[in-house]
């Protein structure tokens, strides 16, 4: 293919028509962020014991303090048990108060809660005790939403945005490809020469790819289950940490604005780091730090909350960086013809560990370092795997699956993000030596 790199040059690389683009992305991600984590204020634990009216048939002018007294057994710190209560018995108030009562049970009549407690869906449902884990499995079920739409709902955006011009020349559809070219460059108030156009041309019939292609390409396969595992790890440690924000210790609130707070610096700050230690290394980097993170985490003992937010922080900052790196490491990594199914596929694979991920927080209940101990062990393998993968930092993008992985040397000056480069590409058993400018 001859002339693409040079047209999209001159329509402007990061113009208005780029910033439109970026903002039409935006937008349903500020509406997302709302509603996908609400949930955690939305059902926030509150002091709660059995409902134990019962005893009021026997004893109808007794206190509130006393009707808790005799129907509820306390804990090891005197506190008055949530989940259980003295089975209630058909003796008289006098029996009661003499002999007490020693037989527990759950609670069977419901829950009372605070008076000054304002509604919640925890207080309208009930999720408390046995039923505590509905409010884990509700979240499942909310990305297994997000998993159904974005196959369902994702088709619109075809529709509402513009097809990529390097997408439709490998496709053969050049007159299309030059119509989104002078679109964009008419909004970016840039003008191409006609006889730049006329240099758009796909020099090769580039074969339709399909997404069989990642199964059947050896080395599209590797690239396809590293990344796709990749992603796994990362949107189970990216979610695992945020959806266990309540059991961090410290306020909620507090703790969600940190967590809010360091993804910031966390997406632009992988920028640079892209640009200076490159795909792999950043990649790969970014999830190990998360992993040991959590593993950190396991051995901290609860009475150390602010310790153990402050790592959780770290590990929300280097999952939400290594979250925006992998969606530009990915796209590099697959060649255009199949880039929208090797990116969604991945995505898809992302979403799949968002369902599981609340799932897993159930393990707690048999030990607290259980799911830590999962997504940070899961995570560390997952960064180890990366460093498996090429790197595509300044390597020209591959737009064909044909042939094998040419193996690129690229030597450039790291601390430009304009930079000029001396690529050797070896394919064939050819070596081809020339001379290019990469644009970060």
Not at 376 to 384: A, D, E, N
């Amino acid at each position: 293919m001859s002339g693409i790199g040079e047209n999209l040059k001159a329509a402007g690389e990061f113009g208005p028509f780029q910033r439109r683009l970026v903002l039409f992305s935006l937008l349903p991600c500020l509406i997302l962020a709302f509603h996908q984590f609400c949930q955690l204020f939305m059902v926030v634990d509150v002091p709660h014991y059995c409902n134990t009216d019962w005893i009021r048939a026997v004893g109808p002018n007794l206190t509130e303090e006393e009707q808790l007294n005799l129907t509820l057994p306390r804990d090891a710190d005197g506190e008055y048990e949530q989940c259980s209560m003295y089975s209630p018995v058909d003796w008289d108030l006098d029996s009661i108060m003499a002999y007490g009562l020693n037989a527990t049970e759950k609670c069977s009549s419901g829950w009372v809660y605070p008076t000054a407690q304002q509604p919640s869906l925890l207080t309208e449902f009930d999720l408390v005790c046995d039923r505590k884990n509905l409010n884990d499995i509700s979240q499942s079920v909310y990305m297994l939403g997000m998993f159904l739409g974005a196959m369902i709902f994702g088709l619109l955006s075809d529709r509402v945005l513009p097809e990529s011009a390097r997408w439709l020349v490998t496709k053969g559809k050049i007159e299309e490809a030059k119509k989104y070219l002078k679109k964009a460059a008419s909004i970016n108030k840039r003008t191409i020469p006609p006889e730049l156009l006329d240099q758009l041309k796909c020099e090769t019939q580039t074969k339709s790819g399909s997404i069989l292609d990642l199964l059947r390409k050896k080395h599209l396969l590797k690239v396809t289950l590293i990344m796709s595992c990749a992603w796994f790890v990362n949107s189970l440690v990216y979610y695992g940490l945020s959806l266990n924000v309540t059991n961090f210790g410290l306020d909620i609130y507090l703790t969600q604005l940190a967590f809010g707070a360091v993804e910031i610096p966390g997406r632009v700050g992988c920028i640079f780091m892209l640009q200076w230690f490159g795909r792999k290394k950043s990649q790969g980097g970014f999830l190990l730090l998360s992993g040991l993170v959590c593993l950190i985490i396991t051995v901290i003992p609860e009475d150390q909350p602010v310790v153990i937010t402050v790592l959780a922080t770290t590990g929300k900052f280097t999952a939400s960086a290594s979250f925006s790196s992998a969606y530009v490491y990915t796209a590099e990594l697959f060649p255009t013809i199949i880039r929208q199914s090797g990116v969604g596929l991945c995505s898809m694979v992302a979403r799949v560990a968002g369902i599981i991920a609340p799932l897993i927080l159930l393990l707690e209940q048999h030990h607290r370092a259980i799911p830590m101990a999962i997504y940070g062990g899961t995570t560390v393998l997952g960064g180890l795997l990366c460093f498996l993968l090429p790197e595509t930092r300044g390597v020209e993008l591959t737009d064909g699956t044909e042939g094998g992985q040419p193996t690129a040397v690229v030597h450039e000056n790291d601390n430009s993000s304009s930079e000029t480069g001396h690529v050797k590409v070896k394919d064939g058993g050819q070596v081809n030596e020339n001379t290019k400018n990469t644009y970060f």
